[in-house]
């Protein structure tokens, strides 16, 4: 297979994002490459990090759009049937559900994010206008007039020009680093703790999420009587529990979750990561687009990080491929700008409701837990507000864009 001398998208980072704008891009008629510091095997076949991403209606439209969603096994996609919010215990929960409370119109599907990698990777690899380049460390980006080059080590030391180029190497982003550009980073100061525990008592496929004194505990739904456990507490408890025995991590957990579920035994590896939450000072450069997590890195509490992540893809493809049809330069400042405002006008309300409610929900002073009482209280006697939130939750909007 030949391949354009310069390539007219390069994008930084091979995660599920920067699979997913590839594949869009490809499908509007661009040639794309993407540079990936993985080698080859790890980036096909990921392993199991302990993430579930809870995919909302258009996210799984778009997925089935790419051609992914068939490469993802049926047995690995649940349903998720309803959302319970709680605080403190025994305290009234507010509850999210599709109006049955059952599976055959969910709220949205939970698949772990190593086989949504998996199944974007494989869909790229059957793209003929799709260059993926493992084992790859960018060194430096150079923009001038008419392209942009990007110099690089790894098996394929050299220089590699693109017209555009892309970041989506995370939420420390070192492509963000080098062109310059800042970030608002809210560290809230906590670990969260991820892995796969099966339990006695069956989920129903409802998603928990419950703030309790000095922890937050999601249980999210996994396929059997398993749940995924998502647990949020200092550094050091966090450090503790990583390296606990298996008996006693279980038993710490059944305590920690007061035994909703029945017996919880851990079947997985366990994996944690910092909670801070990211937001670019701007999302595009001279010949450079910011996408995913290198853009808005959000905090899980609302589980549209990489639903957000989706919709700025789409977002970038309609302007590039808009510029491309036209015959026009497909990495100028005014194409650029305007994917920016729109996904700027997108992410933000979301990114500052997120933090204001992992802020108000992770505190434990008395007027932080009265409050948020009050709140699921006030917000359970809201038909409206339940409904707005439901929808949200669901995402079932088509694209912002018509053509």
Known sequence: MTHPAVHDVAIIGGGPVGLAAALSLEAAGLSVAVLERADAHIWAQPHFDGREI???????????????????????????????????????????????????????????????????????????????MPDVTVD?????????????????????????????????????????????VHDFQRMMMVCRMTHDLPHHNVALQWF???????????????????????PADIGRLMHAEQGVFNAE?????????????????RHAYPLKAVYAHRFAGRRLALIGDAAVGMHPITAHGFNLGLRGAETLTHNVGDAFRKGQDIGATSVLRRFERQHRAATMPMFAATNGIAT????????????????????????????????????RGPSSFSG
């Open 140 to 184: 430096t980006v150079r923009q001038n007039t008419n392209e942009a080059v990007i110099h690089h080590g790894g098996e394929r030391n050299g220089r590699f020009p693109a017209r555009l180029v892309i970041a989506a190497d995370g939420r420390f982003s070192p492509t963000r680093r080098r062109a310059g550009i800042g970030a608002v």
């Open 360 to 395: 108000l929900y992770t505190r434990d002073a008395a007027p932080f837990r009265a409050l948020r009482a009050m709140g699921l209280r006030v917000a359970d006697a809201l038909p409206p507000f339940k409904s707005a939130v439901t929808a949200m939750l669901m995402d």
């Open 54 to 132: 809870a995919l909302t209606h258009h996210a799984r439209e778009m997925l089935e759009r790419l051609g992914a969603w068939k490469h993802i096994p049926h047995s690995v996609i649940c349903p998720l049937a309803e959302a319970r919010v709680e605080t403190g215990r025994q305290n009234h929960p507010l509850i999210f559900e599709n109006g049955q409370g059952t599976t055959e119109n969910p709220l949205g599907w939970l698949v772990s994010n190593n086989m949504i990698r998996r199944a974007l990777h494989a869909e790229a690899e059957e793209r003929a206008g799709i260059t993926l």
């Open 212 to 234: 309790d004194r000095g922890q937050t505990i999601a249980l999210l739904p996994v396929n059997g009587n398993a749940s995924s456990l998502v647990l949020t507490l200092p």
């Open 253 to 269: 957990i059944m305590q920690r979750v007061g035994n909703r579920l029945g017996t919880l035994r851990l079947v997985s590896t």
